[in-house]
């Protein structure tokens, strides 16, 4: 798929899966291109790497794809909105980024500007890798480069009918975990607040939907993937490599030793 295509299905609110990889591994970057989401994205701001590993992740990521003809493409959660973190992700190849922390429409305003060129953003251009991939110019990468703005913090969600105005920006995407730590869970998933957390998503889709974006969420595996997707959800993101390589290996040895 090429990025041009994956930010149109974005845009068109198509149904979007996607895989979540914290690992510094390029070489599990490269299966998990291989197995037909359509997207995988590279956890820069939690994740156990560095530039160098979301570099080489990227690389493997679109080796994956074209050896298995699935078209996946790479996504970046970069660690901030800061323009040099959102032009370095997107320098090395990444068909768009995920931004934390977007607390009010300024936040996501500036994200938007940090992944566009001049004159309608700041983004420097110094494009390596991506130019090979996105564009090559200027305004065509504009069009293809995909943002989408985290809501997970009480701020953002008390604002996330103004950061969904916000021009330019590509779509949101629900950090469960942080949410529902912002709504009173004394850990993710809390049973206490489930009403709580349930309006909120109803409020964030219903901003969304007004300014016809899609919204994406994060899940754990692809029961709860194919929930939200049936609840409306535009799209949802599987996590994670680390954790489900635990979760196999655990299951693995329960089933050799018979407990």
């Known amino acids: 798929m090429s990025s041009t295509e994956f930010a149109r299905r974005m845009r ?8 979540w990889s914290v690992l510094d591994a390029p ?7 291989r197995v037909g989401y359509d997207y995988v994205a590279i ?17 493997a990521i679109d080796a994956g794809a074209a050896a298995g003809g699935t078209g996946t493409v790479g996504l970046v959660r ?3 909105k800061d323009p040099a973190v959102i032009g370095q992700a997107l320098d090395a190849g990444a068909h768009g980024v995920i ?15 940090a ?8 983004r420097s251009y110094g494009p390596m890798r991506s130019q090979l991939r996105i564009g090559p110019t200027p305004a065509e990468a504009d069009a ?12 953002g969600l008390d604002h996330v009918e103004e950061i969904a105005a916000v021009p330019g920006l590509s779509g949101l995407y629900i950090g469960p975990s942080d949410l529902a730590l912002a709504l009173g869970a004394r850990t993710p998933g809390d049973p206490e607040i489930a009403d709580r957390f349930s309006a909120a998503l109803d409020r964030i889709r219903a901003a969304a939907d007004a300014h016809g974006l899609p919204v994406l969420i994060h899940t754990p595996d692809g029961e709860t993937a194919r929930r939200r997707l049936a609840e409306g959800f535009t ?23 018979g407990d």
Do not use: C, K
């Open 12 to 19: 068109d609110r198509e149904r979007i899966v996607g895989y």
């Open 27 to 33: 070489v599990v970057l490269e299966r998990l291109g």
């Open 43 to 59: 956890d820069g701001q939690h994740g156990l790497l560095g530039y160098s590993g979301i570099l080489a992740g990227l690389l």
């Open 78 to 80: 970069v660690q901030s």
């Open 99 to 113: 931004v934390p922390l977007v607390n009010r429409p300024d936040d996501a305003a500036q994200a938007v500007a």
């Open 115 to 122: 992944a566009t060129y001049p004159p309608n953003g700041v």
């Open 144 to 155: 293809s480069v995909v943002v989408l703005a985290m809501i997970e913090t009480a701020e």
């Open 235 to 257: 799209g949802a993101t599987i996590a994670s490599d680390l954790v489900h390589l635990e979760a196999a290996a655990r299951g693995h040895l329960q089933t050799a030793v």
